[in-house]
């Protein structure tokens, strides 16, 4: 029965169109000291593509100016890279981590006060959530709807220390 309902469920966020993200992770990178919490964030490539028409051979004209042949042209297209893809941990409140419902439901009022959340505060990191923290945090240059510790400060959910870090 649980296999049934686990199955359901990874079915049901397949379908939602949103990046599989976990909220957090129990490890962290290398030397990440003990105690905190990370998650991996995915900011994905961005390439431009630029077709342009090259032309080939000019057009072919007779002594009077008349165009006995026009000119011949060639479709070229190339794409290069602006930003590479890149994976990268960040720290995140452990009390996301810990899936605490008080927290979450104060990430939702935040993000409801500034127009980004417009769901009912459940206190469930679900979907809606996560998609009000990444238009939280893209702008930010994080592309995650995991919350970072970062963006927690800023909404004023953490707590800063005497240097305000």
Known sequence: ?????????????ACSGLPAETAATATGP????????HA???????????????QEAPASRAPDGTVLEPARFRTVTSTRILRPRSEDWFETPCAL???????????????AARDLYDGEITGVYDGR???AVRRYQTPRGL?????????AKALGL???GR???
């Open 97 to 111: 981590r810990a899936n605490d419902a008080g927290f979450i439901a104060q990430v939702q009022r935040a993000l």
């Open 143 to 151: 592309e995650s709807g995991t919350l970072s510790l970062a963006s």
């Open 1 to 13: 029965m649980i296999l049934r309902t686990l199955a359901l469920v990874g079915m049901l966020a």
């Open 40 to 54: 991996r964030g995915i900011t994905p490539a961005i390439l431009e593509t630029v077709t342009e028409q090259r």
């Open 30 to 37: 290398a030397g990440a000291p003990p105690g905190t919490c």
């Open 163 to 165: 240097d305000g870090v």
């Open 129 to 131: 959530t996560r998609i």
């Open 158 to 160: 953490v707590a800063l």
